[in-house]
T-cell receptor
Framework: DVKVTQSSRYLVKRTGEKVFLECVQD?????MFWYRQDPGLGLRLIYF???????EKGDIPEGYSVSREKKERFSLILESASTNQTSMYLC???FGRGITDTQYFGPGTRLTVL | GNSVTQMEGPVTLSEEAFLTINCTYT??????LFWYVQYPGEGLQLLLK?????DKGSNKGFEATYRKETTSFHLEKGSVQVSDSAVYFC????????????FGKGTRLHILP
């Protein structure tokens, strides 16, 4: 079974802190994605990556950056956390290379910024 | 651009009732269509998918048929259980363009015992 893990289930940070959210997948997937999920807004794509050291902006990249130094790991970085970044963050991965488009999700990290 | 519209919730049903959650889409080309489910406190997981017109995806008693003529992919289940309480997301992707998936906003389903 595909497994996507996220470093924390719950996280509380203060405004202005630098925040790292880590995601690891164990299926040699090419693609990895970061979403945020908010009530009434569904899932919104923040950043994605098709390969190591590659990154593409999603629909709402402002205030975020990402890092993909290894194929299995995709990190989301909040350079200076703000209260409007309080949300559920979901990581996902997929095979890519035109094999299949099904995405596999981690359990999510609920981030609260005070 | 591509988009997905699904019925707003919450939807509340009694156990053993018939379920329909409507989903329509707008897309160029020939998208794959998905239903994902999110149980309380968890991430999303794939429930079913269909990759071409008239395909029927099915899993755990849920079904959805890819209707190109009506651009729809409605989710149905004949007899729901309390354990089906979750948020359901309709989604599409066009694999030949990129590997992104476009999600609807989700429909929360409550099943009463």
């Amino acid at each position: 079974d595909v497994k996507v893990t996220q470093s924390s289930r719950y996280l509380v940070k203060r405004t202005g802190e630098k925040v790292f959210l880590e995601c690891v997948q164990d299926m040699d997937h090419e693609n990895m994605f970061w979403y945020r999920q908010d009530p009434g807004l569904g899932l919104r794509l923040i950043y994605f990556s098709y390969d190591v050291k590659m990154k593409e902006k999603g629909d709402i990249p402002e205030g975020y950056s990402v890092s993909r130094e290894k194929k299995e790991r995709f990190s989301l970085i909040l350079e200076s956390a703000s209260t409007n970044q309080t949300s559920m963050y979901l990581c996902a991965s997929s095979f890519g290379r035109g094999i299949t488009d099904t995405q596999y999700f981690g359990p999510g990290t609920r981030l609260t910024v005070l | 651009g591509n988009s997905v519209t699904q019925m707003e919730g919450p939807v509340t049903l009694s156990e053993e009732a018939f379920l329909t959650i409507n989903c329509t889409y707008t897309a160029t080309g020939y998208p794959s269509l998905f239903w994902y489910v999110q149980y309380p406190g968890e991430g999303l997981q794939l429930l079913l998918k269909a990759t071409k017109a008239d395909d029927k995806g099915s899993n755990k008693g849920f079904e959805a048929t890819y209707r190109k003529e009506t651009t729809s992919f409605h989710l149905e289940k004949g007899s729901v259980q309390v354990s089906d309480s979750a948020v359901y997301f309709c989604a599409l992707s066009e694999m030949n363009r990129d590997d992104k998936i476009i999600f609807g906003k989700g429909t929360r389903l409550h099943i009463l015992p």
